[in-house]
């Protein structure tokens, strides 16, 4: 189980994005999140990622509460959850070719010989092509880069998949193509997913279980409504 | 920028081949010659002890070069070692090391130079050491600054989630990132270390008075200059002011190359 309870977390201590948010996954459920743009789901799903520390809340993990994040989680911890970000570009080290970023984890986690295999392995399984593999990330389209990010997020074999509006920025094939993706890695290895996004028709169909944002963080808790598009509400004061 | 890239080629060349090629002694004294106004023999004129000026000025460019290289180096590499520390790990580390680095860029650093060549018997490490020890605060302020910048980005988080150590991230994916701006602090730097090293040579507390550097050159010929010998404070001078102004404007062509629109923080 990933287990949320009463997680308040933001960037900043007086103006927490998120308020008491609280949400499950089951292992080998598909959860999907829905939420408008700013409202905090992205920072609950880096929350959820061991990637931001909460200021209150407890984060359980198979039973076991979560202390510490980031660098100070313990590694078994941080790579059993697989993340994929909203803009591939962004999320992808522009000087490592292709190859080399999907290939990063293993490198970083002492397990240099399982690359060719699970390289050979996983370049079909998110749809890329061989050639691909040597060019950079300016060298490929989104969509392309966005299925190396993939790769990148499954190549340890996670037992919890966090894809954080995985294809907000991507064509209809191109999301049909990453969405069949993950779900043949969780059909054959039976990992969870947390899906964040905004895309009621997309998460509906690839969800088991679909949150509105409303049910997960607590209602009329002041949260302010703010502009939408801005990504880091922390840099726009709230209006007042 | 051609003629940057001309003149810091033809000075590149002159101080690597003239001093094997030509086989003179830069230190050979004729009184018999001394002093003489620029002719054929002797294009830049000859000095009190007769030596000639044009060989003694490219020994000095080369001597200066070399300070200026290795402690724009060295200065680039402390300055890169401590904004990545302070960027990378953040926290209290972060705010110990710039208060320190405040501190010591409130102490003048020409003065701060002196100082800590004084400590030392005259030769070229300690001017190196000086000019380096006092440069590398502007390089460590835009290494953080860059470190800070990227440490938010989501490819960091995805080496964090992918289970990369700090070490990994600072040298996999930081330092790679930061090492265009920290070469082209270095290159930018090299200058103003040439200026730093003719300046305390100057005042007599850089290079022993016997090695021809730059800063040597136009102290030996202040005397030389009241009594109304230009050449040998002229020359020398051209040859700070010439390659020094061409390096600069090379580094300054990469900048607007690297960063077209940001201006850099470091200004000669």
């Known amino acids: 189980m990933l287990e949320l309870h009463d997680i308040t ?11 008491n948010a609280s949400l499950t996954v089951a292992p080998g459920e598909a959860v999907g999140l829905l939420g408008p743009s700013g409202c905090g789901k992205s920072t609950l799903a880096r929350v959820a990622a061991l990637l931001h520390r909460p200021e209150s809340g407890t984060l359980l993990l198979d039973g076991e509460p979560v202390r510490h994040w980031r660098h100070r989680a313990p590694r078994d ?13 962004l999320s992808a080290d522009p000087r490592l070719r292709l190859i080399d970023l999907i290939a990063e984890p293993l490198r970083a986690t002492g397990r240099r010989d399982e690359v060719p295999d699970r390289i050979t392995e996983l370049t079909p399984a998110v749809g890329l092509t061989p050639d691909l593999l040597d060019r950079r990330p300016h060298e490929v389209s989104d969509g392309q880069l966005q299925r190396a990010c993939l790769a990148r997020a499954l190549v340890l074999r996670p037992r919890w998949l966090i894809c954080d509006e995985m294809t907000a920025m991507l064509d209809a094939s191109t999301t049909a193509a990453l969405v069949a993706a993950v779900e043949n890695y ?7 997913l947390l899906a964040v996004g905004h895309d009621q028709t997309l998460l509906r169909r690839w969800c088991d279980r679909l949150l509105h944002w409303d049910e997960v963080a607590a209602a009329g808790m002041g949260k302010l409504p703010r502009a939408s598009g801005l990504r880091e509400p922390s840099v726009v004061p709230p209006a007042t | 920028m051609r003629v940057s890239v001309a003149l810091v080629g033809g000075i590149v060349l002159a101080v690597l081949l003239v001093p094997p090629l030509v086989q003179l002694d830069q230190q050979a004294v004729d009184l018999g010659a001394k002093l003489l106004p620029p002719s054929w023999s002797h294009p830049f004129g000859t000095d009190d002890l007769g030596r000639d000026l044009l060989l003694r000025c490219i020994y000095g460019l080369r001597v200066s070069l070399l300070v200026g290289v290795a402690a724009a180096l060295t200065a680039t590499v402390i300055g890169t070692a401590v904004g990545a520390t ?10 110990g090391v710039m208060r320190v680095v405040d501190t010591v860029a409130s102490v003048p650093h020409l003065l701060l130079g002196i100082f800590i060549v004084a400590m030392f018997r005259p ?5 190196v050491v000086s000019v380096a020890l006092t440069h590398w605060l502007s390089t460590a302020r835009i290494v953080r600054a860059e ?9 960091i988080d995805a080496a964090v989630s992918g289970g990369a150590s700090r070490w990994r991230v600072a040298v996999r994916h930081l330092l790679p990132a930061v090492l265009p701006q920290a070469a082209l602090a270095a290159a930018l730097m090299v200058p103003h270390a040439m200026w730093h090293e003719s300046a305390l040579s100057f005042l007599g507390l850089g290079l022993p008075t016997h ?20 050449w040998p404070t002229l020359f020398p001078g051209l040859f700070i002011i010439v390659p020094t102004l061409a390096i600069a404007g090379l580094a300054g062509a990469w900048r607007e190359r690297i960063n077209p629109r940001r201006r850099s923080e470091l200004m000669l």
């Open chain 1, 186 to 192: 969780r059909a054959a290895t039976g990992a969870g």
């Open chain 1, 77 to 89: 911890l941080r790579t059993a959850i697989g993340v994929v970000f909203q803009q591939p570009r």
């Open chain 1, 9 to 19: 977390a933001g960037y900043d201590r007086k103006a927490p994005v998120v308020r």
């Open chain 2, 86 to 95: 302070a960027g990378a790990l953040g926290g209290w580390v972060d705010r």
């Open chain 2, 211 to 230: 090695m021809a550097s730059l800063g040597n050159l136009i102290q030996d010929a202040r005397g030389s200059l009241l009594a109304g010998q230009w």
């Open chain 2, 147 to 155: 470190v800070l910048s990227l440490r938010s980005h989501p490819y």
């Open chain 2, 123 to 127: 030769g070229l490490w300690p001017v």
